[in-house]
């Protein structure tokens, strides 16, 4: 309604100008800030004044002392910026173009009339039902790749972000009008799928569990990951007590001793380790050991000394921190509950390096057993999407592409685009583009081994997009950390000759972190999909059972449900995607603040409201002498259009999730201030429409985000 009166008005105001004798020129709106007015206005005559009256304030002034002259000049200002808003107001109100016009102290205020208003909005909103908002249809297909998580990987909350905004975003932009796409792209080959697969063969082969499988297989990955890192843990372990510790340091002779007498080692590898650890600077380095097991065997000795440390009785003072001796044992006892990894992970890499070479040669049992355990991942991600309400329409995985990828790469060397520089295939794209600032920089495209890269599949990946798919616009949503690589991606497509490149986006994002003691993640670093959901889900389940423990067992299921993942995923919208992001439990949970739960409560309300009305009047209603909080809530159901198209305009999801709170915000205001099933008619008939239409508004907005609108809570 009121972008549609704007730019009706804001037309009329310029033609009205343009009579008058003013240059053609855009007008700008704003809303009426009185309270319980229901309007907008213009401060065009204000900016046309000084142009009009300029000859009159020259000669008027000429001579006059400077406050006097300035004094006169603004009287004169004023005067003309009056004068033409009452020229314009009179055209207004000519053409009937509102309600009421007038002209005050050089703008013009335009006014409607809040029943008509609000009869308009009501009723649009009550006619359109779930289509309202719909944009009208563009005529551009959009493709929207989100969530690309990796087989033989956990599912972190980092893919939930990805997802959530992702899934957003295409509701958001269908709801626009545009034709959307919504694709997935799957990392199943790489280091991370041969190392996984090597620790399954080598550690866990025939463990298959009967369910969660692909989970399970995350966890397999993360343990290969913490046994080749193994030494390296251990090594930076002990090179950060050398610079933190110096109750540590000052022991390291004793501690050398004690190493000589249990394993015999060289003189020289004892005074390389005594000078590293006694040094603090964290310098040790294994590999200048005549023996590397010399660290094996200075292991438990560690280990004493940092018991020692934190015994309660050891005087502190400056050798001292009992937090950090605290901290220390905990580390070792991580450390040390696989010790007995130290010896064997000299021989990983090297396992690792030849199951590679099983995977480059393509040995039929390596690929067989990539096939099935990649089909476990697959399993468990759609059980994700399913339990997030996300859908895909195209399937992309990452091993399809990658021999189109390294034909693109021949295509580009022919054509002149790329070179071969230092033995890589590159695209110099600062030169091609004739730049001669450094913006874009150099993209290798392929290795000198002839192994891909991201850049060789993520070229061919496009080039289906744009051909085989008929993609006007693809949009990325991937982390913030690419932005330069997606830069690069863009321009290599525009030399390549791809006019679509040009109105690509990526829509970045930071990282996702939890509170300190949140969530403990089984295994890994980053916080894992599961762990996350199942704390949310368990919460959710406690908020039911506490507001309605009469309700159904399986409607109360299917309510926490439905809160939980709309906890989940609101909890990763409501923030700015390209800064960082602390998912906390009990904000994304409470009822009271900036939540998921908060604006679906509000539409339960609603629901609740209208089924103890029973029958709802329809056709226009006598709203009467609307209250401010009546406005407020018909103002903010009737922005939910123009909010949706800035929200697919700027790609920013965060745009609808604080419409959405702040439509509920104003339903809840109108809750407390309006009585409804108690109001004389016809006021009651009136708020009842209304409260309607705040339903259907709030039910909108959450399906926008991806969030189901359960009917009670």
Known sequence: MFGEEEERIAARIGAALEELGYAPRAVELRRIPFSGAWGVATSAAKALAGQAAAARIAAETAGLPKKEARER??????AEAQEIAERVARRLVADGVADRVEAVNGYVNIYFDSARVANHVVGRVRAAGAEYGHGGPRDERVMVEFSQPNTHKAFHVGHLRNAALGNALSNILAHAGYEVLRANYIGDIGLHVVKCLWCYRTFHAGEEPAEDKGRWLGEVYAESDARLRYRQDVVDFINRLSVEDEAFRLASDRMMKELWRAKGASGEDIAYLLGQLSNGRGELAPAKLHDPDCIAALWPIIGEQLREEAQP???????????????????????????????????????????????????????????????????????????????????????????????????????????????????????????EKERYRVLPILRS????????????????????????????????????????????????????????HHLSYEMVALPEGTISSRKGNAPVYEDVAEEVLRRARAIIEEKNPEMPPEQKARVAEQVGVGALLYGMLDRDNNKLLVF????????????????????????????????????????????????????????????????????KPLVMATYAYDLATAVNDFYEQCRVLDAPEPQRSARLALTDAARRALETSLRLLGIAAPPAM
């Open 313 to 435: 009785t050891r005087a502190r003072g400056p050798l001292g921190d009992e937090a950090m001796a605290r901290r220390h044992p905990e580390e070792y006892a991580r450390l040390d509950e696989h010790a007995d990894w130290w010896r064997p992970a000299a021989r990983w890499e090297q396992q690792v390096r030849e199951t590679f070479q099983e995977w480059e040669r393509k040995e039929p049992a390596f690929m067989a057993l990539w096939e099935r355990t990649r089909g476990w991942s697959l399993e468990e991600f759609e059980r994700i999407y399913r339990q997030l309400g996300i859908h895909f329409d195209v399937w992309f995985f990452e091993s399809e592409v990658e021999e189109e990828g390294r034909a693109i790469v021949d295509d580009l060397l022919q054509r002149g685009i790329a070179e071969i520089s230092a033995g890589l295939p590159v695209v110099k794209i600062d030169e091609k583009l004739g730049l």
């Open 584 to 651: 906390d439990l009990d904000r994304a949970l409470s009822l009271q603040g900036q939540s998921a739960p908060y604006i679906q409560y509000a539409h339960a309300r609603a629901c609740r409201i209208l089924e103890r009305a029973g029958a709802l009047p329809q056709g226009e209603q006598d709203f009467g002498d609307l209250t401010a909080a009546e406005i407020n809530l018909i103002e903010q159901i009737a922005l939910l259009p123009a909010e949706l198209q800035r929200a697919a305009r700027e790609h």
């Open 73 to 78: 000049a603004g009287a004169l200002l004023n």
């Open 449 to 504: 081994d002839g192994t891909t890269l991201y850049s060789t599949k993520d070229l061919a990946l496009t080039k289906r997009k744009f051909e085989e798919y008929g993609v006007d616009r693809a949009i990325w949503v991937v982390d913030v950390r690419q932005s330069l690589y997606f830069q690069q991606i863009f321009k290599v497509l525009e030399l390549w000759g791809f006019a679509q490149a040009t109105s690509s």
